[in-house]
Every structure is written in structure tokens, then in C-alpha cells.
């Protein structure tokens, strides 16, 4: 019998309480099935496997989503879960942006982007999806892409060197999250860029003068 051990903090446990009130408790249940814990474990085993591409803001997403489910499906709370309105506000949404542009090398975590704006990570995922239409996660993969397509454009970056300049830990994963959100692979996307981007000023001048002759 296989057996995949998970653990989830203390942080994100407090974080899908956050707005309850008063003392949340979750009590042991043996021989439990839960077709969305299953599908967020099978993920996680999933990520283990090809040995955790997606880096830790997945994970923390996951983690983060485990938490929920636990604390919104067998947590014992008396006080009504405290709902949300609207979204980040246009400075809030732009501060994650830039610290997202300036860390894109790096190892983001979902508590770095709720701190960045100031709120805990529950209260920033979901004000963050209401003002996106996104993940935390999705929005970070986004603009991964728009950097690497950027970089695709010049034929002097390796696509290996773009993939880790944009913060993919393999040119693999990469090269399959570029493929989900443009439709090609990086190698595609820059044969497409070159054929049909247009000539230099110097290349049409000679060919103008070419032909006159």
C-alpha cells in the first residue's frame, strides 16, 4: 500500500479561518473520501513526481485550497463565515503586479503577494480572483508568458535562458505552460515571430535599390 503524507501549516489553517470569530476545531475522521481533497492530493503527487516544476506558489495554492476544504467541510465553528465584496483596489492590484515583474526570476509565495498588499493570504486570494478573473497562481504564469514572449522575440536568447530568466524552473514545463497559453511552443512562437516580422529600414533600402538595378 502506498501512502502520500501531507502536511498543511499552522498559517494556512488560520488563514481559511480568517473572519470566523471565536474557536474553529477540526476532529479526526477515519476512512474519510472526499472527491475534492482527492483531486487536490492527486495534484499535489502529481507535481512530487515530475519533481515540483511548477515551484512553491503552486504548492502554496494547493496548500491553501486543502485548507479550505478541511476547515469549510469538517471544521467545527459556531460564527458564519465572513464574505468578501469587491476586489483589490487599483493601487493594491498594481503593487502585486510590480513586486510579480520585479521577483520574476524568483521564488514567489502566495503569503509574500497577500503581504505585499497587506492581507492574509485567504482574504488576497479571493479579493484577487473578484478583481482578475484569476489565481494568484494563473495571474503569476500570465505574465511569466508575456515576459518570455518578449524575450522569444530576439533570436539571441536561448529558450533554456528565457525559461529560467522568466522563473520556470525546466525549459520542459516551460515549454508546456507556453504551449496551454499560446497555442505553440516557444520555438514555434519565434520561427512564427521571424517569418513574418517585417524588414529593417536598411533591408528595404536595398532591396528598393536591387531591383532598380
Known amino acids: 500500500m502506498e501512502h502520500l503524507i501531507v502536511s498543511i501549516s499552522d498559517a494556512a489553517l488560520a488563514a481559511a479561518c480568517d ?6 476545531e477540526l476532529h479526526p475522521r477515519w476512512k474519510m473520501t472526499d472527491a475534492r481533497l482527492s483531486s487536490l492530493l492527486a495534484a499535489v503527487n502529481s507535481e512530487r513526481v515530475a519533481g515540483f516544476p511548477s515551484g512553491r506558489l503552486f504548492l502554496d495554492s494547493v496548500e491553501q485550497a486543502l485548507a479550505a476544504a478541511l476547515v469549510n467541510g469538517y471544521a467545527v465553528r459556531h460564527p ?5 465584496r469587491g476586489g483589490l483596489s487599483p493601487a493594491r492590484l498594481r503593487r502585486v503586479t510590480e513586486l510579480v515583474h520585479a521577483k520574476m526570476e524568483d521564488v514567489l509565495r502566495l503569503s509574500e503577494l497577500a503581504q505585499s498588499v497587506g492581507l492574509s493570504t485567504a482574504h488576497f486570494s479571493e479579493m484577487f480572483r473578484k478583481s482578475t478573473g484569476e489565481t494568484p497562481h494563473q495571474f503569476v504564469l500570465r505574465l511569466r508568458v508575456e515576459r518570455a514572449e518578449e524575450m522569444l522575440r530576439s533570436a539571441e536568447s536561448r529558450v533554456l535562458d528565457v525559461a529560467i530568466a ?15 497559453l499560446c ?22 533600402y536595398f532591396q528598393e535599390h536591387s531591383q532598380q538595378v
Not at 80 to 84: A, I, K, M, Q
Not at 166 to 180: E, I, N
Not at 188 to 200: A, K, T
Open 183 to 204: 497555442g505553440a511552443t516557444p520555438t514555434e512562437y519565434r520561427r512564427e515571430f521571424q517569418r513574418h516580422v517585417l524588414p529593417s529600414a536598411s533591408e528595404t
Open 166 to 180: 522568466c522563473g520556470f524552473k525546466t525549459q520542459q514545463h516551460f515549454a508546456r505552460v507556453f504551449r496551454q
Open 80 to 84: 458564519p463565515v465572513r464574505t468578501y
Open 19 to 24: 473572519g470566523a470569530g471565536g474557536s474553529v
